[in-house]
């Protein structure tokens, strides 16, 4: 059963449009566990516009395994990281101008500076995953690093058009996730999944995980984020009656 990470963010992103209390992500992190999900994933950026450090720290509290942090490779989130101790560190790019992450982490070209966060993390007993495009040339850079996993950036799937640009891009995240598996890394993947196109994801050999959060947020306004995270968790099963793409 692949597992389901739920990135509560959006939740935070609610509360700091108001700079106040509520909605809750420690909450939302209970209700999604509630509802079946394997892990809970928060990215704390460098200029806190959503997650703040307050709900790092609450949440390591409250979880008792399956916090994901997303972060870059800044001095500052590595020192967090470090005295919180999340079950697992997720390096990501990030951009201050960006509405969300727009690709994956450039491994190649950021080597000296991945391989010394690497490295620090490890050290402290943390699990390092790399978030990296479906590169062949990025995954075999992300396995000489030492990394445990690494998690594939699925955006330029789920904004393709047409069966030909989905196919393709399906493709890409075939043969990446089939050479990272042979290099011995465990494979998750995420980035604009939803209900309707999650499927075809699910049934890549050797897919171990998904963080899925803008959809299982936006759906939980209408349902209930249990409610949400279960629909998800069902949508996930391979023999959940979607199209084979």
Do not use: W
């Not at 800044?74 to 727009?102: C, F, G, H, M, Y």
């Not at 992300?142 to 445990?148: D, N």
């Not at 050479?179 to 309707?196: D, E, F, P, S, T």
Request: hydrophobic content about 40%.
């Amino acid at each position: 059963m692949i597992r389901l990470g739920v990135n509560i963010d959006h939740v935070a992103t609610v509360r700091q449009a108001r700079r106040g209390f509520e909605p809750d992500p420690v909450l939302a992190a209970g209700l999604a566990l509630l509802g079946g999900a394997d892990t809970i994933t928060i990215h704390l950026r460098e200029d806190r516009r959503h997650i703040q450090d307050r709900d790092l720290y609450i949440l390591r509290q409250t979880l008792p395994s399956g916090l994901n942090l997303e972060m870059a490779c800044s001095d500052e989130i590595v020192q967090l990281a470090l005295k919180t101790k999340p079950d697992q560190v997720t390096l990501v790019p990030e951009k201050r101008q960006e509405l969300t992450t727009e690709g994956g982490l450039d491994v190649i070209g950021n080597e000296a500076a991945v391989a010394q966060v690497t490295q620090q993390l490890g050290s402290a007993g943390i699990d390092v995953s790399l978030f990296i495009d479906p590169s062949i040339e990025q995954v075999e850079k992300s396995a000489k690093l030492g990394v445990r996993a690494i998690e594939f950036h699925t955006g330029s799937y789920a904004e393709a058009r047409g069966r030909d640009a989905v196919a393709h891009q399906l493709g890409l995240l075939r043969k990446a996730a089939a050479r990272a598996i042979k290099l011995g890394l465990h494979v998750h993947m995420g980035h604009g999944l939803n209900y309707l196109n999650v499927q075809p994801i699910v049934r890549i050999p050797g897919v171990e995980e998904l963080n899925i959060g803008h959809s299982i947020i936006s759906r939980a306004i209408f349902v209930g984020l249990e409610r949400a995270v279960r629909e998800m968790k069902l949508a996930m099963q391979e023999n959940f009656p979607h199209p084979e793409v």
